[in-house]
């Protein structure tokens, strides 16, 4: 299974780096009227594109372009970018860090509290806990990033004069960015903790450990949560994926120096070997999160591996 998913997963990153890449240059721009009209401040004459297509390499065909970045890409030399001539792998690492640290702090807060809501609001299903966690969470999901971003800004760097901005570096900085992501992230994944929950305590299993006279407490954790784990873990999994490779819109608009928004910067500049590796990289991590569910999975559910077997 695991070298079934690898060799899968290999193709599908060839082929999402290879339509990012044919489908920027069918977009309209050139990566070196932007650039330098970018630099300059004014429209770039004929011959200085000219000639920064050919300092480049970008004057070549497309088909021997994509031949030498595949090439590349084997070795994980992923070429320069063509707006800063840094190593695109360098550049992924540099923002990468921060990225990362910004998804691990949202995990760190939505996890334990997304288990709160959803097993309680299983326990007390058609409840009053559960019907105000349920609008909230439904609530939470229906705001878009931007605007709770946005919303966080004017109340408490605009008006409270509490939090930056904008910046990296300190822990005010992470504050209003973390917060955004984790209302978003909790109300999901207690959304499907609780319907998860839900559907075993349904189960006859829970019907005789009650019979039994087992406490509540041992009935949801020990067997109801328990059983219950297989979705949460994928659901886990799928948006720690998510998170690493969409912060987008919440780094741009708090000026976060993550990759996303280093990638909406390179597709506004038409930036295709900071692109192609991006893409291909995001791709490659998708691919090793979805794996390390699945084997996970197996080891929470013995009915996978005997079916398996």
Do not use: C
């Amino acid at each position: 299974m695991i070298f079934r998913r690898l060799f899968l997963g290999i193709f599908i990153m060839i082929i999402a780096s290879l339509l990012s890449f044919v489908l920027l240059y069918l977009a309209p721009g050139n990566p070196a009227e932007n650039i330098l009209r970018q630099r300059t401040g004014e429209d770039p004459s004929y011959e200085e594109i000219e000639l920064f297509l050919q300092q480049k390499d970008l004057d070549v065909p497309l088909l021997t372009q994509t031949s030498e970045w595949l090439y590349m890409a084997l070795r994980f030399d992923f070429g320069e970018s063509i707006n800063t001539s840094e190593p695109v792998m360098d550049e992924f690492i540099t923002r990468f860090k921060a990225t990362l640290q910004l998804t691990l702090i949202t995990l760190a807060f939505s996890i334990p509290l997304a288990f709160f809501i959803g097993v309680r609001s299983a326990a007390n299903n058609g409840g009053t806990f559960d019907h105000v966690s349920r609008f909230f969470t439904l609530l939470a999901m229906s705001i878009p990033e931007f605007w709770l971003g946005l919303m966080l800004m004017i109340v408490f760097s605009k008006t409270l004069n509490w939090l930056p901005s904008f910046g990296y570096g300190s822990y005010l900085n992470l504050i209003m960015p973390v917060a955004t992501l984790v209302v978003g992230y909790t109300a999901t994944l207690s959304r499907v903790i609780r319907s998860s929950m839900l559907e075993n305590l349904s189960q006859d299993f829970i019907t005789t450990a009650k019979g039994n006279g087992l406490s509540q407490h041992v009935i949801l954790i020990k067997y109801a949560l328990r059983n219950s784990l297989g979705p949460i873990v994928t659901a886990i999994g799928s948006q720690f994926g998510h998170l690493l490779a969409g912060v987008v819109v919440v780094e741009t608009v708090f000026s976060w120096p993550g990759i996303g928004k280093f990638l909406i910067d390179a597709v506004y500049l038409r930036d295709f070997p900071v692109i192609q590796g991006f893409v291909l990289l995001i791709a490659m991590m998708f691919v090793v999160i979805n794996l390390i569910t699945d084997i996970l999975y197996t080891y929470i559910d013995p009915r996978i591996r005997y079916e398996r077997r």
